[in-house]
């Protein structure tokens, strides 16, 4: 194992040792520390070191930069240097650069997932469909409750290894299972350790949730996290806070206005869900003043005429979750109201939701689940066209998440986030629109090379940086603990 993945480790290891002693759990030390020692076994793979930001170009791919100032290029070069974007091409030469073939492929931004529950990826096996039992939301809560730091962990790992498959560089962690301090360092330590960029939204555990937030260490990750971890960036998640047998709090909204007052000093962005819980929420957010460029509102799914144009004017960003949406559409009061925020030009992007609920982290799939459910529609005029999707997946999901500015599309001085998408594949030749074969055609084993920050982590359809076979023999064992404490079997 590599210096740097041992420092890692070390590092994580004090700060969940500092972290358990000061809220006095010493049981969490265990767990935690048993996880970091094994992962330094000599028996464990070695995992290579990530990989350097050199200097190259991608020569003679299909280009689509989703600049819209640049436009596509039929063949065309991209050229990559101390991670950022230096410039697309026709065609670049540059004397001592190296050549990466790109050829017959497409080259695109990676896409961005605006909403993602990544501790749960690793109950995917365990879950049974709307079973009142094993089913998502009840799995979820029982999990949730013995999960330990290491799980986190590694389910995080778990997660992101299918991501980074599907072609996913940017993520949402959506993080409402945050029991410790030791929770939220260990999920932490997996986004910085899998190479993704990602925005980390801490929350309390469950939703909506009898344990208050911990502020104070919200502001330490802040204060001394983020700093040194340049691709990741901290939200916080706002939610209901219940009484112990599950009622909604009368205070609800001083509750809210506690979180919202805190996270705003804090100039952080927030997250809430929006379902059942929540109706009504908006008009309160809104004489509030919380409604603003900073919230992220996750389902648009039974919302009034009313507050659609109140969002879409407070300029509110919306993540869609396509495929769960389609699952769910009882639990979160109707049907996915894309074309009606789309009519109202609200900044939207694309979300899994959890890999674990939704089968796996399929992007492309996401695509086709809104494609279909707007199709399905006979009530709307609204248009909604394959170089829609592929936008909304990168540049639009980018936007959503306030990160434009660094990814999303393929502009000059953006970090080089990129892939690479076979177009010779059995499942997507031949290949004449992209935008169209994307998605209607296109699946996570096309995915050929995946480049974030300018590392390239996948390449030839194989990790570069991680053994995969670890990554789920860590996560089967955790999940396989989970069916028995938890009650999931």
Not at 392 to 408: F, K, M, Q, V, Y
Request: charge should be neutral; aromatic fraction near 6%.
């Amino acid at each position: 194992m590599n210096n740097e993945m041992q420092r890692n480790r070390r590092n994580l290891l004090k700060a969940c040792g500092a972290a358990a002693g000061s809220m006095m759990v010493p049981a969490l030390m265990a767990p935690v520390s048993a996880a970091l020692h094994a992962a330094e076994r000599p028996s464990q793979p070695a995992q290579p070191a990530q990989p350097e930001r050199d200097e190259f170009i991608l020569r003679g791919g299909y280009v689509l930069t989703m600049d819209s100032s640049l436009g596509e290029f039929p063949v065309g070069d991209v050229h990559v240097k101390g991670g950022a974007i230096v410039a697309v091409a026709a065609r670049i030469d540059l004397p001592n650069v190296r050549i990466i073939d790109a050829s017959r492929t497409i080259v695109m931004p990676g896409f961005v997932d605006t909403h993602q529950h990544m501790w749960t990826s690793l109950l995917r096996g365990s879950l049974r469909g709307d079973d009142p039992t094993f089913g998502y939301f009840p799995s979820k809560a029982r999990a949730g409750a013995v999960m330990t730091p290491e799980d986190i962990y590694h389910s995080v790992r778990f997660g992101l290894a299918q991501n980074l498959m599907s072609g996913i560089t940017t993520v949402h962690d959506f993080c409402h299972n945050v029991r410790s301090p030791a929770h939220a360092r260990a999920d932490l330590q997996a986004l910085e350790d899998l190479g993704v960029r990602a925005r980390f939204s801490y929350g309390r555990f469950g939703e909506p949730s009898s344990q208050p937030m911990d502020w104070q260490d919200v502001e330490r990750v802040r204060q001394t996290i983020l700093p040194t971890r340049p691709r990741l960036t901290l939200g916080v998640v706002v939610a209901p806070v219940t009484e112990k047998d599950g009622s909604m709090r009368a205070s609800v909204f001083d509750d809210l206005s506690t979180s919202m007052a805190r996270a705003q000093a804090m100039q952080l962005p927030y997250t809430l869900h929006y379902g059942n819980l929540t109706h009504g929420i908006i008009d309160v957010m809104a004489r509030h003043q919380w409604l603003n460029s900073d919230l992220l509102l996750v389902h648009p799914q039974g919302f009034t005429a009313a507050e659609r144009q109140t969002l879409a004017a407070s300029n509110v960003r919306i993540s869609i979750a396509p495929a769960i949406e389609l699952q769910y559409s009882t639990v979160r009061s109707g049907y996915t109201q894309f074309a009606e925020m789309e009519a109202l030009h609200a900044q939207m992007g694309l979300s899994t939701d959890s890999s674990a609920a939704s089968a796996n982290a399929n992007f492309f799939n996401e695509m086709r689940a809104l494609l279909w459910a707007h199709k399905s529609r006979s009530d709307t005029n609204v248009k909604l066209t394959p170089r829609r999707l592929v936008e909304l997946a990168t540049i639009e999901g980018a936007r959503t998440l306030n990160l434009a500015d660094r990814a999303g599309s393929l502009s000059p001085g953006k970090r080089a986030d990129i892939v690479l998408v076979r177009m010779d594949d059995l499942d997507i030749a031949p290949v004449f629109d992209p935008f169209n074969s994307l998605v209607y055609s296109g699946q996570p084993e096309n995915v050929d090379t995946v480049i974030v920050d300018g590392r390239i982590l996948r390449q030839g359809g194989r990790f570069l940086t991680f053994d995969v076979g670890e990554v789920v023999r860590n996560a089967t064992r955790s999940a396989v603990r989970l069916r028995r404490e938890a009650g999931l079997a």
